[in-house]
């Protein structure tokens, strides 16, 4: 019979627990027993202490295997690898390594309680984390994956209480885009930093509404000049150890072919010139078609971040409106509409997967056009 008692932590609060003995350990031939803390009613210790119970007399308990976090986090890793792509794992192993193991790694997974993971969900938010809800979630993980593999028996992370800050304001991006006039007037400030590798990048990025990482990876060979079309084949990521690789397009319909204007694919004409001319001075033939469109000046992939340095360069010289270097793609998806494309054809260019993420930024031009309705009709009307 387990054994409940209620006990007050160092800040004051008060919680159940239980205490209850599993089973014989083989080795020494000793009772074990096991605490589990964390309850907010007495209710609750008690039917995480039948449950126990009737494992216990079952099968005996899982929880005798003295799994640590790190060593189910890791078991469960390996099998997460063969699920997704090398970029997408690796963003998820940074997550363990900087914000979930150096707190729980250590910790036999058993032990962990509710209060624990409390509070190191509450540090999160206190610190400032605005991705501590995924750093949660991806903790929930490991304890699922424990209790499918019968290495524990519950999930703690379930039983905690989610801090929402009511007074932060919500993030939104719908204003992350250039006007006609705003999208002139960084061309203009850019032309006259004479940064002409960034005049033709923000050029491409603004004119096409391919990805960052998409015109990162572009070759010669991708743009043909003749069909006025560049081939969306690839993108520059990060893979394991930060190293830079060439992968496959986000999604399947991100593979594509986007079409592209006359003056924009004359600025990459005279921009193969000159990268040509300068490169060779620097001992390198780029009279290759797996050339890249653009390369550093050891012939090599600029860093994913290099964009965002000549954005911000510029941003703050200039004193201009400040939005991200994704915030191009939203800039051609939004003067698209304005231009009269079509939903489906600005989707098929920009290669969403998802038909509402296009629908999204249509809304928000379409807002925009209403708010006008009335100073164009009064206008019209002059009286």
Not at 26 to 31: A, E, F, I, L, M
Not at 141 to 167: A, S
Not at 193 to 198: E, F, K, N, V, Y
Not at 207 to 235: H, M, P, V, Y
């Amino acid at each position: 019979m387990a054994s409940i008692t209620r006990y007050e932590t160092k800040s004051g609060s008060k919680f159940w627990k239980f205490q209850a003995y599993t089973g014989v350990d083989p080795v020494t031939g000793k009772r074990r027993k096991t605490t589990k803390r964390g309850f907010r009613t007495r209710r609750e210790a008690q039917l995480s202490a039948a449950r126990l119970e009737v494992k216990t007399n079952k099968k005996g308990y899982a929880g005798n295997s003295r799994y640590s976090f790190r060593e189910v986090y890791e078991l469960w890793f390996e099998q997460y690898k063969n699920t997704v792509r090398e970029p997408t794992w690796v963003k998820t192993k940074d997550t363990f390594r900087l914000h979930i193991l150096p707190t729980f790694g250590e910790k036999q997974i058993n032990d962990i309680s509710p209060v624990e993971c409390q509070n190191l969900v509450n540090n999160w938010f206190e610190v400032g984390y605005v991705k501590y809800k995924a750093f949660l979630n991806q903790t929930s993980r490991i304890f699922d994956y424990g209790k499918r593999m019968m290495l524990c028996d519950d999930n703690p992370m379930e039983r905690i209480i989610r801090p929402v800050n009511h007074d932060r304001p919500k993030r939104t991006m719908s204003d992350n885009f250039y006007d006609l006039d705003e999208l002139k007037h960084f061309f203009e400030c850019l032309y006259d930093d004479d940064q002409p590798l960034a005049y033709v990048f923000f050029r491409v990025l603004a004119f096409s509404g391919i990805r960052k990482g998409e015109a990162l990876a572009l070759t010669w060979s991708d743009i043909e000049f003749d069909k006025k079309s560049i081939s969306i084949n690839k993108t520059l990521t990060r893979g394991d150890k930060a190293r830079l690789m060439i992968d496959d397009t986000k999604t399947y319909t991100s593979r594509r072919t986007v079409s592209i204007d006359q003056k924009t694919l004359t600025i990459l004409k005279k921009w193969q010139f000159e990268q040509r001319h300068d490169m060779f001075m620097l001992g390198f033939n780029t009279a290759q078609p797996d050339q890249l469109v653009f390369a550093n000046d050891s012939n090599e992939w600029f860093q994913p971040s290099k964009p965002r340095v000549w954005l911000e360069h510029v941003i703050s010289k200039y004193d201009l409106k400040h939005i991200t270097v994704h915030g191009f793609r939203r800039t051609f998806a939004c003067l698209s509409f304005e231009a009269g494309l079509s939903i489906k054809e600005v989707q098929t260019q920009m290669g969403h997967k998802n038909f509402q993420i296009t629908m999204d930024i249509y809304t928000t031009v379409t807002k925009k056009k209403r708010s006008q309705l009335g100073g164009k009709y009064a206008k019209y009307v002059n009286f």
